[in-house]
């Protein structure tokens, strides 16, 4: 018989819209390999569907708050059914920027010099000489991401509008110079490093994560291979440090405009990397001789409860 796997997409958070694309790529690839597929909009009643499903594995492709910081882990652990990636400890780690970062300097990971504030004393002077980089503690694909430039007089005033969405603690972080870097962890081995590279855009944002066009993907990245293979030690170390299982994918600035041996800053890992048509994580496992149906397929082998 079939393993039924429940794929749960959608969700509360802001990235929505990506964790839809994201689950229904991967309940299509799942349902082309010859697993039995059940996908589950996740909404507030998650646990009641689960209980009446009663799936072999859940795989996890939602996307930030409630999916991916230990919330529908904790459920999951609760129905007792086996789900894909990270456990609630290692998920609610790495959602908060702070911790996270604490967690990989302390194993040696070299990580942005950084801070927390409040985002309405940030507002009122510059916490740092710019260039520095604003992010909300816990949103994933960039949500509320601000670069404040050297050119700028002031933090950006949309820190003190009614508007803004993305909680009252800010992470400020001195901007890394230089070239966007990925490298993606499957289980215990990490896989190549990605150079991306985008078109219009001030930074690696939403539009350029999830638009076509958006951005270009480089496997494996043009740069030196001691570059390469401190990229991929550093990857697994906060892996490991911060307890990930599965698949994760930790993200990189790496600074070469005065020679090689430049400086290189983690910014975090995502437990919950995107799989859409355009994601990275894909275009990574591809390089590395995994077609996006066996990647699928190994998450839901690897899932457990207990993670």
Known sequence: MAKHVAVLMGGLSSERPVSLRSGEACADALEADGFDV??????????????????????????????????IQGILEYLQIPYTHSGVTASALAMNKL????????????VAKGRVMKRNDLALK????????IKPIAEGSSF????????????????????????????????VHGRELTCAVMGDVALDVCEITTE?????????????????????????????????????????????RGVTRSDFRYDDRFGKDGEIAWLEVNTQPGMTPVS???DIAAHSGHSFTELVRWMVEDASCGR
């Open 99 to 110: 911790l996270a970062k604490t967690v990989a300097k302390t194993a040696g990971v070299p």
């Open 200 to 244: 219009g855009h001030a930074f690696y944002d939403y539009d350029s994560k999830y638009s076509d066009g958006g951005s270009v993907h480089i496997v494996p990245a043009d740069i030196p291979g001691d570059i390469a293979r401190k990229i991929q030690e550093w990857s697994l170390l906060a892996h490991r440090a911060i307890g990930c």
């Open 144 to 175: 509320g991401v601000l670069i404040v430039r050297e050119e700028q007089a002031h933090p950006p005033q949309s820190l003190s509008s009614s508007d803004w969405a993305y909680g009252d603690d800010l992470l400020i972080e001195q901007f």
């Open 280 to 282: 990275l994580v894909p």
């Open 38 to 71: 059940s996908r589950v909009d996740v909404d507030r009643s998650v646990a009641e569907t689960l209980a009446k499903l009663k799936p072999d594995v859940a795989f996890n492709a939602l996307h930030g708050p409630y999916g991916e910081d230990g919330r």
């Open 126 to 133: 510059h916490p740092m000489s710019p260039p520095y980089v």
